[in-house]
């Protein structure tokens, strides 16, 4: 069945459908198992891509991160140093 021809299926067995699921007594039948084709060469791609970009943003961030690190150390040793 493919998902257009499901209204038609639907409005021909959807009386029997509904007792039977208001009863409790539905069970659905097995889907028909189907291989989806995969691009290998589009996946590996794709994967490359998200590998490059993921590496890239957890450098930038890393960086970021250590130097508001850096200036806070910094801060907090000026402010040390004027109290005593």
């Known amino acids: 069945m493919t998902v257009g021809g499901i ?3 639907l409005k ?3 009386p029997v459908i509904r007792e039977q699921l208001l009863s409790g007594t539905y069970e659905p039948k097995p889907v028909r ?5 995969i691009y290998c060469s589009l996946l590996s791609v794709c994967l490359a891509v998200s590998q490059v970009l ?3 943003i957890s450098g930038v961030v890393t960086d970021a991160t ?3 690190v850096r200036n806070l150390e910094v801060v907090h040793q000026n402010n040390s140093n004027g109290m005593q």
Not at 33 to 37: S, T
């Open 54 to 56: 993921t590496g890239t």
């Open 33 to 37: 198992r189907v291989e989806i084709p």
């Open 12 to 14: 021909q067995h959807w």
């Open 66 to 68: 250590q130097a508001v």
């Open 7 to 9: 209204t038609d299926c």
